[in-house]
Nanobody, 114 residues
Framework: QVQLVESGGGLVQPGGSLRLSCAAS????????MSWYRQAPGKERELAAS?????NYADSVKGRFTISRDNAKNTVYLQMNSLKPEDTAEYYC??????????WGRGTQVTVSS
């Protein structure tokens, strides 16, 4: 049974930091591209960052967010620094396999507010 379980969300002040984690199980983690998407209220879900052997970022988070993965722990992380109110969203972990299989976590809420 495939599971992606996000954790680490919460309420943080502007300029603060959070680290999200996504623990994966039920598939061969190292063979999958892992991504973090986010969806703000009233907006479409958007890609924030993805990682295979290298990382890619949306322009809106570049220089502030860092995605990383630990294949031994089947976990992907998103370190978020210099957070802004516009980063407020539900953050979702996504796994995409080489043959097109795709899985989603249930999300973790990040709220940036003073």
């Amino acid at each position: 049974q495939v599971q992606l379980v996000e954790s680490g969300g919460g309420l943080v002040q502007p300029g603060g930091s959070l680290r999200l984690s996504c623990a994966a199980s039920g598939f061969t983690f190292s063979r999958y591209a892992m991504s973090w998407y986010r969806q703000a209220p009233g907006k479409e879900r958007e890609l924030a960052a993805s990682i295979t052997s290298s990382a890619n970022y949306a322009d809106s988070v570049k220089g502030r967010f860092t995605i990383s993965r630990d294949n031994a722990k089947n976990t992907v992380y998103l370190q978020m620094n210099s957070l802004k109110p516009e980063d407020t969203a539900e953050y979702y972990c996504n796994a995409r396999g080489p043959l097109g299989a795709q899985y989603w976590g249930r999300g973790t809420q990040v709220t940036v507010s003073s």
